[in-house]
């Protein structure tokens, strides 16, 4: 019993980690004043950038770095149109959608020659479990405890994350900056901050998070990408962040509920346990539009998301 | 009269030179990457136009982008935005094909119920997401969003039930013949059908596609709703709560029936779409490993069209000839067709920039002068 | 006068051209201030008062024109050169950023931090509180603006700029939003800022407080510099003469007339606002047939929350209205015009028109169900743009083309659009809030007429108005609205200013 909630909760660490590096992402930047639905598009390019470096260089860190380099560009063409050109976030977003997913297959075809789905990276060149040789010291490698705590370093690395993140929003200048460009944009402009450069810097940090969350899937997870890979996650990154109340500690709380029902759903497909597991995957989405639909005006959206930002308009 | 002319033509030229530039920024990547963009967009274009059948395969595959990008549109046009088009989609097409499956009834009839109980379905899927908005003021993309997934595992949960799952199969039974609306179904594949298609090679190529009603019904749907939406006062209301709620609550007007409404029928749209497919095309539904994506396509539609209409009839004929004529640069050139995924997001992304657009003929300008100076002419004004 | 020090001159704008599209709002301005004077800028809504301001304060660019701060000549182009030249400016809407508190809102931009970029709130709430002790600016360092009042706010912006090392400040329409009490607070607390050296620029359209307050005046209109002039030394009169640019009469031609029946009946109404606070106060009035009542009072005194009431835009919590004798207490809006009620909104962009739909479809807005604009759901286009034409002719809106989208009028003539569409529909009442806010003279004028008219034709008036002027000239009673309720009712013949101001204040009830 003791060993399968260990299983329970080590599956649900491992699949709330990508999300909770997207959701970040999302966090940061709709805390400026930009949503960002493209999430899902830089998770994808990222994902395969991952797949791929970490396939011909052998190295997951510059991979894993390079996927969040991916995610960062991509999210610089959505900075450049909704932040610059006053582009509708939304409708900037789904194209970063289309070019994403697009963009990672395309060069999928051009390096795993024709294939849209690239080569399993060797086992060793994956990201590492860091506490593996303690565990197997202590001769632990199969009990509750490494089922929970000997997680790939991306886990941790996560969960490091949400805390630097929580930090410096709210206990850092840039932090209080970023939230004031979000929550009233002219009020920060006419206290001489750089509206757009904060912008820039937080929609592009939002697309390496996303990068850096797709490759958390493709590097650790699994060790390959696919087209159906992502399919999705990014959209459920971004519930989470809302759920979460749009604060990286809710975000992740919410990762964490998405994790737990991925987690049921692979734990009782090994047991004997008949559950449709479709209707288990369901429960995340069911919850979040009931908790939204309980918890309703608690929420508290930045007041400026979503809106361009324009100097000396109206 | 000619502001109002003038600020059309504006957004159409918007949308011509959005596509424009789609088309550039492909060429540029195809041609970076080792593939003759000619080429390419000779071969796409051939696969469109070269046989009648590709042609008709092209309007096949239209069908329910037009009518989920219309689905977008009419949202859009109340001020929402529906995300959930691929969720209304799913359930049309579950239902349809549930309906169509279990339903026993004659020929038409059986279209119609079918038709209309997907719709029905949808609408209703779709009102979730009004109501939500309506009543309890959640932003309508996220709800949506909730909505697709748990569209999406409904669909795959109802194709493991045994009596709706073909055994040795991930789809569901076949629906009845009597619920198909491939044109000539019965009789193409009869003896007389067969023996006068053999000596008519085009219309036994057009024959052979999944040619069926779909696109006539969506192109008098796109027509309908454009009536609905300038001719009615229903369509009133719903423009008055999209462009100015809180002028529209004080006309009198109920924003959120308003709002409710306008989700229904935009969810009863895609609806439309999922049972045209599944009547023309699929004749079933399939356990689903990712999106179909029928939704997302239908966002990008409705942008490239404009919010119009009768543009989502011609948007969705585009993204239909792109996606299928660009499928065939992968057999005959080995280049990746995801291409098409690229260039598709790159219009979108310009039609999202209006105001880059808009700087480009203002920065020409600028050159001009300096251009002509150049070639020794005389500026005049 | 004595802490002027006319050998400084601390701000000279030369020749300030402002072009926006076709528009010039600002045409070769001149504007000198000296070192610790109050220089009042007077013009009317849209004069071009603000955007110099905003020019001096680095948020738009002079298209020609000098700048010259302390005698040097100045390229302000962002707000970060302003302040480092010694410029804060308090806006008219603030810049607060709500959910933080009042330290936070005051360090922002030039917060105090440790080693990395972390905040040190400690050391900036004690800067915080030592600068508001120096100038008496008392404000709760740890308040949440969103929770404080707006007198509050404003002394939190004075304390932004001093925070910046603001020696010359400008205060845009400081008054518009705060009760005679908080004017009074805030003239002593310009005169302290005066006496430590500062210097204040003030924008405003309100000629007492410059007589109160200012030194010297600038006065602008249409863009133009128009004069400037030492306050001791010209009357109001002459200031408004100036500003408008002809005599002005304030007073407007009304007969005498009795009023009839009554025709709107309130008892005990309770509101509450959008954050769930009673707004509205068991408040009762009646109006009558052929009289306009003017409710005057200051800004967020549930003015706002009564009209949405009325017209069933707002849930009421308790209380009845009654309209002809008729219960319309819960009523949808819809039923609420159909009872004969028109109301000419307090935001014409937000509530009176859609601004993407043509003129003529505004013009239908709440008729565009009835026959002949549409029958069994479709529309008639046709009859909708024969009445409009004909309301574009009658009210004399521009231009006269009624394809046109509203958001290509002025705002003048979007409030004739409107004035005509609710005078049309024949009302035994109508209501109007802040119908002449940001309209030039002429409109105002054009609009008291047509409010005057339909009192004259036996119809019932509601004037909802935060200007007691227009409440004075245009009305035949007038009640002072305070924390939601009303604190009385006089006759309009008898009203005194004084008297009435000290009511809106909450000072004095009604004997």
């Excluded at chain 3, 990395?116 to 400690?122: A, W």
């Excluded at chain 3, 200031?239 to 008892?267: C, H, N, P, T, Y």
């Excluded at chain 3, 069933?312 to 039923?335: F, Y």
Aim: hydrophobic residues 45%; neutral net charge; contains cysteine.
């Amino acid at each position: 019993m003791l060993d399968n909630i260990g299983i329970i909760i080590g599956i649900t660490l491992m699949y709330a980690t990508p999300l909770i590096y997207t959701a970040l992402g999302g966090v940061i930047s709709e805390n400026s004043g930009v949503v960002n639905i493209g999430l899902e598009g830089m998770m994808t390019l990222g994902a395969f950038v991952g797949a791929a470096v970490g396939y011909y260089m052998g190295n997951p860190w510059i991979a894993f770095l390079a996927a969040g380099a991916a995610g960062g560009l991509l999210a610089l063409c959505h900075a450049i149109a909704s932040v610059t050109f006053n582009a509708q976030q939304v409708v900037s977003g789904i194209a970063i959608n289309f070019i994403g997913p697009g963009l990672a297959m395309f060069l999928s075809r051009l390096f795993f020659k024709g294939a849209t789905m690239t080569k399993a990276i060797d086992i060793n060149h994956k990201i590492p479990k860091p506490l593996d040789p303690i565990f197997e010291g202590l001769s632990l490698q199969d009990s509750f405890l490494a089922q929970i705590f000997n997680q790939y370093a991306t886990v941790y690395i996560a969960f490091l994350l949400v805390f630097a993140m929580w930090f410096v929003m709210y206990k850092t200048r840039f932090g209080m900056r970023l939230r004031a460009v979000g929550e009233h944009p002219r009020a920060a402009d006419t206290l001489g901050i750089n509206v757009y450069r904060i912008r820039y810097i937080c929609v592009i940090l939002s697309g390496v998070f996303a990068g850096l969350g797709g490759a958390a899937m493709s590097l650790a997870v699994v060790s390959l990408f696919s087209p159906t890979l992502i399919s999705g996650q990014g959209f459920i990154a971004l519930a989470a962040m809302i759920f979460g109340n749009w604060k990286p500690q809710g975000a992740m709380g919410a990762c964490l509920l998405f994790g737990a029902a991925q987690g049921l759903v692979v734990f009782l497909g090994g047991t004997s346990i008949r559950v449709p597991s479709q209707l288990l995957s369901m429960l995340p989405y069911l919850i979040t539009l009931i908790v939204l639909a309980v918890f309703v005006g608690r929420s508290r959206m930045p007041k400026a998301d979503g809106i361009p930002y324009e100097k000396g308009g109206g | 009269m000619n502001k109002r002319k003038r600020l059309l033509s504006h957004s159409f030229g918007i949308t011509v030179i959005s596509i424009l530039m789609g088309f550039i920024v492909g060429a540029i990547i195809l041609h970076r990457t080792g593939y003759n963009p000619f080429e390419a967009y000779g071969i796409m274009a051939r696969g469109v136009f070269e046989k009648p059948k590709y042609l008709v395969q092209t309007i096949i595959n239209s069908t329910p982008l037009i009518l989920t990008g219309l689905s977008v549109v009419f949202a859009f046009r109340t001020g929402l935005f529906n995300i959930g088009a691929e969720g209304q989609f799913i359930i049309g097409a579950l239902t349809a094909a549930w309906v169509g499956y279990f339903l026993k009834l004659p020929p038409v009839i059986h279209v119609v119920v079918v038709f209309f109980a997907a719709a029905i379905a949808a609408a209703l899927w779709g009102g979730i997401a009004g109501f939500f908005k309506a009543k309890l003021g959640i932003n309508e993309v996220i709800t949506t969003i909730m909505l697709n997934w748990i569209a999406f595992y409904t669909q795959n949960y109802f194709v493991t039930l045994e009596s709706f799952k073909k055994p040795d199969s991930e789809a569901s039974y076949a629906i009845q013949n009597t619920a198909s609306i491939v044109i000539l179904e019965g009789w193409k594949k009869s003896q007389a059908g067969r023996e006068w298609l053999k000596n008519h090679p085009i219309w036994r190529d057009v024959l052979k596609t999944d040619f069926n009603w779909g696109f006539l019904i969506a192109i008098l749907i796109a027509i309908l709703i454009w009536y609905i939406l300038n001719k009615t006062t229903l369509g009133y209301e719903l423009r008055a709560v999209g462009f100015n709620r809180f002028a529209a609550e004080y006309g009198g007007i109920s924003v959120k029936k308003s709002i409710v409404a306008s989700m229904m029928i935009a969810g009863a749209l895609a609806g439309a779409a999922g049972a045209l497919h599944v009547m023309g095309v699929s004749h079933k539904v399939s356990t689903l490993a990712t999106m179909e994506g029928y939704g997302f396509d239908g966002i990008a539609v409705s942008l490239i069209a404009g919010s119009s209409p009768i543009g989502c009839i011609l948007a969705g004929l585009l993204f239909s000839g792109l996606k299928y004529g660009g499928s065939k640069i992968q057999y005959t050139m080995n280049a990746p067709p995801e291409i098409i995924s690229i260039i598709i997001g790159v219009i979108v992304l310009f039609i999202a920039m209006p105001r880059l657009i808009d700087a480009i003929p203002k920065a020409v300008a600028k050159i001009m002068p300096f251009v002509s100076r150049r070639r020794g002419e005389k500026h005049v004004g | 006068m004595q802490h002027i020090d006319f050998k400084s001159k601390v701000v000279e704008m030369k020749n300030i051209t402002k072009v926006f599209g076709n528009v010039t709002a600002n045409d070769q301005i001149h504007l000198t201030v000296h070192k610790g004077e109050v220089h009042a800028l007077l013009g009317e809504n849209g004069a071009g008062k603000s955007t110099l301001m905003n020019i001096l304060y680095g948020l738009y660019r002079p298209t020609r024109g000098e700048i010259y701060i302390n005698g040097k000549k100045t390229d302000i182009a962002t707000p970060n050169i302003a302040i480092q030249q010694g410029i804060g400016m308090v806006h008219q809407h603030f810049m607060l950023v709500e959910p933080f508190t009042v330290v936070e809102n005051i360090v922002l931009g030039r917060e105090t931090t440790n080693f990395g970029g972390v905040l040190d709130m400690k050391k900036a709430t004690e800067d915080v509180i030592s600068l508001s002790e120096q100038y008496g600016l008392y404000v709760d360092p740890n308040a949440k603006v969103e929770d404080i009042t707006v007198g509050m706010q404003q002394r939190v912006e004075i304390l932004k700029a001093l925070y910046r090392g603001a020696d010359i400040l400008i205060l845009d329409e400081p008054t518009a939003v705060l009760t005679p009490q908080e004017i009074r607070e805030l003239i002593e607390i310009i005169r302290n800022l005066t006496k430590e050296g500062k210097t204040i620029i003030l924008i405003t359209h309100k000629l007492k407080e410059i007589k109160q307050v200012a030194d010297y005046c600038t006065i602008i209109r249409r863009g133009r510099h128009i004069d400037t002039v030492d306050v001791s030394a010209v009357t109001e009169e002459e200031l408004a003469a100036k500003m408008v640019g002809r005599e002005v009469s304030f007073d407007i031609e009304k007969k005498e007339k009795e009023r009839g029946k009554v025709v709107l009946q309130i008892e005990g109404l309770t509101v509450k606002d959008n954050r769930g606070i009673e707004a509205v106060k068991g408040l009762s009035l009646e109006v009558y047939e052929g009289e306009i009542l003017g409710v005057a009072g200051i800004d967020g005194n549930g003015q706002s929350e009564l009209i949405e009431a009325i017209t069933g835009l707002r849930p009421i919590e308790a209380g009845r209205v009654k309209m002809n004798g008729k219960d319309i207490t819960h009523c949808k809006p819809k039923e609420i015009i159909d009872s004969k009620i028109s109301t000419i909104p307090e935001d014409r962009q937000k509530r009176g028109l859609v601004l993407d739909f043509s003129v003529a479809e505004n013009m239908v807005l709440e008729n565009y169900a009835k026959e002949p604009f549409s029958k069994k759901g479709i529309l008639n286009h046709g009859e909708i743009s024969q009445f409009s034409k004909e309301l574009i002719q009658t009210f004399d809106i521009r231009p006269k083309e009624e394809t046109l989208k509203a958001r290509i009028l002025s705002g003048g003539n979007q409030q004739k659009a409107i004035i005509a569409r609710e005078i049309t529909n024949d009302p035994d009442l109508l209501i109007t809030a802040q119908p002449t806010r940001g309209l030039d003279i002429g409109a105002i004028e054009y609009v008291h007429r047509a409010l005057v008219e339909q009192r004259d034709k036996n119809r019932a008036v509601l004037l909802v108005s935060l200007e007691l002027d227009e409440i004075m000239n245009v009305s035949d009673r007038i009640a002072v609205i305070y924390e939601g309720s009303i604190v009385g009712i006089v006759d309009a013949k008898e009203a005194d200013e004084n008297r009435l101001g000290l009511m809106m204040a909450g000072g004095g009830a009604e004997e």
